[in-house]
Nanobody
Framework: QVQLVESGGEPVQTGDSLRLSCVFSGRFFITHNVAWFRQAPGNEREFVAG????????NYADSITGRFTISRDNDKSTVYLQMNSLKADDTAVYYCAAGTGSAHLYHLESTYRYWGQGTQVTVSS
């Protein structure tokens, strides 16, 4: 059984940086594509960043390109989201998701079978 646990979310100010972590518990982490999604109050959950199973390909939402970086450490079964130059619009609950579905559909929630409980990021101006 796969479990995902996110951490690293906290209140910060505009322009600050944060690094979120997602620890994968279960077998065959290296075969799973992993992504970060976020959901702001009153909004639908949206794709933020994704990384393919072996880590060679990454994808980003236009709204965070150049500010966020996704990476994975397959030895630690952990995926990170480095967030720089944070804005108030980045305030949301951030979710980690993992799955073995089609990597080309990285931006769709249905691609990912496993989800974490989320970690809150609050950016104040």
């Amino acid at each position: 059984q796969v479990q995902l646990v996110e951490s690293g979310g906290e209140p910060v100010q505009t322009g600050d940086s944060l690094r979120l972590s997602c620890v994968f518990s279960g077998r065959f982490f290296i075969t799973h594509n992993v992504a970060w999604f976020r959901q702001a109050p009153g909004n639908e959950r949206e794709f933020v960043a994704g990384i393919r199973a072996r880590g060679f390909i990454t994808n980003y939402a236009d709204s965070i390109t150049g500010r966020f970086t996704i990476s994975r450490d397959n030895d630690k079964s952990t995926v990170y989201l480095q967030m720089n130059s944070l804005k108030a619009d980045d305030t949301a609950v951030y979710y980690c998701a993992a799955g073995t579905g089609s990597a080309h559909l990285y931006h769709l929630e249905s691609t990912y079978r496993y989800w974490g409980q989320g970690t809150q990021v609050t950016v104040s101006s």
